[in-house]
């Protein structure tokens, strides 16, 4: 669905009547997909393959990460593993989880910051808004199935303040899953559409709503991301080639 900047704030103010049920995901490609981090490896490419993941490699990256942050978690208990695999996904190690946001708007800065300004790749950005009533967590099916992860926030900052939580999956195409699981009346998945060149004007909006790089992954190299969006945000966006 391709709609203005406007027309998705007022979505956004629509569904603060379902009181939390909807939760966003921004991608800076209308075209990409929903993929999990681990299914856009060759480690991933089946529900057995998921499985050997489970009982062999996070094992090791659990013994690797628990000597260095000084924690362990019970990767044999739903929860722990769940916390494992969100703090693991938010280090930069390929996980079935995807991350999402209970707020709009921090999707929308999620699509929108890693358009190249100079260059987009792209005419328009994407925003998943799911609607994750009825979806429930549970790593053991091997069923195909795409379920809605809330680990504790514990130790993972990045998650609380992005409002963060997770879809966890073990199928390759998270999007075509959920429509097939649609029925007439009955819809779980909206992708928006967003033109590119509105850029400036939302990330200047959002700012001033307190999101930013700073806000939301506070550092030093934060500070200077935030310092370059403001210099920029000056200059008109160029059309994508």
């Not at 190690?93 to 999707?107: E, K, M, R, V």
């Not at 358009?115 to 069923?143: C, L, M, W």
């Not at 060149?197 to 990330?203: L, N, Q, S, T």
Request: hydrophobic share 45%; charged share 25%; net charge negative.
């Amino acid at each position: 669905m391709k709609i203005s900047w406007a027309e998705y704030k007022a979505i956004a103010t629509s569904d603060l009547e379902l009181d939390g049920a909807v939760i966003y995901r921004g991608q800076r490609l209308a075209s990409w997909g929903l993929v999990s981090s681990v299914h856009r490896t060759a480690l991933v490419r089946s529900i057995p393959d998921l499985k050997g993941y489970a009982d062999y490699m996070l094992p090791r990256v659990h013994d690797a990460l628990e000597a260095w942050v000084e924690r362990s978690w019970d990767l044999k208990h739903s929860l722990g593993l769940a916390e494992f695999l969100a703090f693991a996904q938010h280090n930069g190690f390929p996980t079935p989880l995807l991350d999402w946001t209970a707020s709009p708007y921090i999707a929308a800065y999620f699509a929108f910051e890693g358009v190249n300004h100079f260059k987009p790749q792209s005419e328009r950005v994407a925003i998943f808004a799911f609607n994750q009533e009825g979806q429930v967590y549970d790593f053991a099916d091997f069923t195909p199935h795409v379920s809605v992860l809330r680990p504790r926030q514990v130790g993972n900052h990045k998650l609380a303040v992005q409002q963060g939580c997770f879809t966890v999956t073990n199928v390759l195409d998270i999007e075509q899953h959920i429509r097939l699981n649609e029925s007439e009346g009955r819809k779980f998945l909206t992708k928006y559409e967003l033109d590119v060149r509105e850029r400036p004007k939302v990330i200047r909006e959002l700012s001033l709503m307190g999101i930013s790089a700073v806000q939301l992954m506070p550092s030093v190299e934060a500070v200077c991301k935030k310092a370059l969006e403001d210099l920029i945000g000056l200059v008109p966006i160029e059309p994508p080639k």
